[in-house]
């Protein structure tokens, strides 16, 4: 009944994986919450460390894609009447923030599901293949390619209707 | 016009966009402390770790040193003939985690606060710590030590340290981690106590010294932490995780 548990093999893995999920979490939340989160990711890596594959990176991001959504889901009950009066105000379309490097693409990224967006910043920022992606988000390799091949689609028809190219 | 964006120009593009572009990688010994405080299943030790209501102790003073040399700084009393005051031994240089105030923790039932026995550790670099359940944090108490260095008094020696001494001062005796060290403060995860109870020990370096009684304090490494009355106590009672230290702890606390 031992758990020691392979601690070494753990933290070595773990080493690396801490800048592809610092990078995960970068592209998703802002820093503070990043740290947080990646702190949590780590620890309940831990926690489930009998159950991580020997390609553990798709399995971590799933792991942080939780820890993450757990840390929204807490911000949003603590800041619900904010979160209330910032609904109202949206304006109905996209406003790119003021420093984003690439409006276009971002208005084209608005324009996919929540899911379909994040399927195309694992394929595109993490360079996850289907299956990998599959297991990140929790769908079938074969769900995730054809949506993957839509969303990439939308978004490339919504860039040339925008004329913007890659110029 | 709706050919003129590939798959491979959308990726391109992307990652021109790609928010962690700039990110850069975390300094080594912050990863170490990543994983060393998930290893020890004890979640995000950050600067504001103020939850767990830390038991601050005497600031007043305290200290110790680094060639096993030990002065009452704040007090200014200078030596005194006990341990604070000793002749070095050649250990001496592994001696000191000094001082300062540790809790003043009464509780000293001896109970470790892990079930395994902790096991001589080689000083590794690799953040040689036992599993805790994951429980084991939950609810306990976290023990601040205040750590004052003072300059060292090339006079003063300290002899070996001696379990009976130990036995007859040491009011809390830990086996712990370091964590993290953060400015001034250096972090430890308790693994095992001889004597006392705490969860966390933070020991706070108010001196000027970049060092901790002498040596540079190191994430992942383990220590064997001695304190009384509110103290951590230098003169090689207190130091890094040797086989030689251990083994006066163990003979000044045996197993009930």
């Known amino acids: 009944m031992d758990v020691e548990p392979r601690r070494t093999g753990f933290e070595a893995v773990a080493q690396e994986l801490i800048e592809p999920l610092r990078r995960y979490l970068a592209r998703r939340t802002d820093s503070a919450t990043a740290e947080d989160v990646l702190s949590e990711t780590l620890l309940v890596a831990w926690r489930r460390r009998t159950e991580m594959p020997a390609e553990p990176l798709a399995w971590a991001y799933a792991v942080a894609r939780n820890c993450l959504a757990n840390a929204e889901r807490a911000r949003r009950r603590q800041d619900r009447l904010l979160v209330r009066i910032w609904q109202v105000a949206r304006p109905p379309e996209y406003a790119p923030a003021r420093d984003d490097p690439d409006p276009e693409l971002a208005r084209a990224f608005a324009r996919l599901s929540a899911v379909d967006a994040e399927l195309v910043r694992l394929w595109a920022w993490e360079e996850l293949g289907p299956a990998e992606i599959a297991q990140v988000v929790g769908m079938s390799a074969n769900a995730v390619s054809i949506r993957l091949h839509r969303a990439r689609k939308k978004m490339k028809s919504v860039l040339d209707e925008e004329g913007s190219g890659h110029e | ?256």
């Not at chain 2, 939850?51 to 030990?70: D, M, Q």
């Not at chain 2, 994951?134 to 976290?142: D, E, F, N, Q, Y």
């Not at chain 2, 400015?183 to 933070?202: C, K, M, P, R, Y």
């Not at chain 2, 901790?212 to 994430?219: K, M, N, R, S, Y």
Request: hydrophobic share 40%; glycine share 10%; aromatic share 4%.
């Open chain 2, 1 to 256: 016009m709706s050919d003129g964006v590939s798959d491979g120009d959308l990726r391109d593009r992307m990652r021109r966009a790609d928010p962690a572009a700039s990110l850069r990688p975390l300094p080594e010994d912050e990863a170490r402390r990543l994983v060393a405080g998930a290893a020890l299943d004890l979640p995000v030790v950050r600067k504001s770790y103020t939850r767990r209501v830390p038991v601050l102790i005497g600031a007043a003073a305290v200290v110790a040193l680094a060639a096993g040399v030990v002065v009452l700084a704040n007090t200014g009393a200078g030596h005194s003939p006990d341990w604070r005051v000793a002749l070095p031994t050649s250990e001496s240089n592994q001696s000191g985690l000094a001082t300062g105030s540790g809790a003043p923790d009464g509780s000293g039932d001896g109970q470790p606060t892990t079930s395994g026995r902790p096991r001589p550790s080689a000083g590794t670099t690799s953040v040689p710590v036992p599993p805790v359940s994951p429980s084991a944090s939950v609810g306990r108490k976290t023990t601040v030590a205040v750590l004052t260095d003072s300059p060292q008094d090339p006079d003063v020696r300290c002899p070996k340290p001696q379990a009976g001494f130990l036995a007859e001062n040491a009011g809390m005796a830990f086996e712990a981690t370091a964590l993290k060290i953060e400015g001034n403060v250096v972090t430890l995860q308790v693994h095992h106590a001889w004597i006392g109870e705490a969860d966390v020990i933070e020991v706070r370096n108010t001196t000027a010294s970049p060092v901790l009684a002498g040596f540079a304090p190191e994430v992942g490494r383990k220590y064997l932490v001695a304190a009384a009355d509110a103290e951590v106590m230098g003169c090689g009672y207190s130091g890094l995780d040797e086989p030689g230290l251990r083994a006066v702890y163990d003979e000044a606390f045996p197993k009930r």
